[in-house]
């Protein structure tokens, strides 16, 4: 756990029988700003960038709920993405959240580096011409989809999070 800290950029203290790990990591990061691809006119005009906690914490804004549930889970043996499932206990479908779970652990690849790497990975009919998930940049679309019991996926390192299942009158809003 130690040498996972570390790579992962904290500070570990050893002493004796012991170790510390201290988070002392400061990412440069690009603030929270208007989403390039789905402007609005009336709205919020918060979009979501590419650090996973910040992401997660804009959407706990909107759901101050103690009933939403954040899971993580890692993708890729080499980049060690880290990779957070949110959804609504009580409300969401507790075999959809086991099969998102799965999907994800599933996925065995040494680097998630792109976004298609993860949705060739969770879509169950390949050759569908409707999508089974849709990618958003906008936490009050993400909040609504969970209240209806929908899951989200936030993936570390990009601007967009999935919510599954994608269904036909999604695509008509």
Do not use: W
């Amino acid at each position: 756990k130690i040498i996972e800290s570390i790579l992962d950029g904290c500070f570990a203290l050893v002493c004796e029988e012991q170790g510390y790990i201290f988070d002392t990591r400061n990412y440069s990061r690009r603030s929270i700003d208007e989403p390039a691809n789905e402007s609005v006119v009336i709205g919020p005009r918060e979009g979501f960038i590419e650090a996973r906690t910040t992401n997660i914490s804009l959407l706990r804004r909107r759901l101050q709920s103690p009933k939403l549930k954040v899971l993580d889970e890692t993708i890729g043996t080499e980049t060690k993405t880290t990779v957070s499932i949110l959804y609504m206990d009580g409300t969401a479908n507790p075999e959809l959240v086991k099969d998102v779970v799965e999907r994800i652990k599933s996925i065995d690849i040494p680097a998630l580096i792109s976004i298609t790497d993860f949705e060739e990975h969770m879509v169950e009919r390949k050759y569908s011409i409707f999508p089974q998930l849709i990618s958003t940049e906008k936490p009050d679309k993400v909040a609504a989809n969970i209240i209806e019991g929908k899951v989200a996926v936030v993936i570390d390192g990009f601007p967009m999070v999935y919510v599954m299942p994608a269904v036909f009158a999604m695509f008509m809003q």
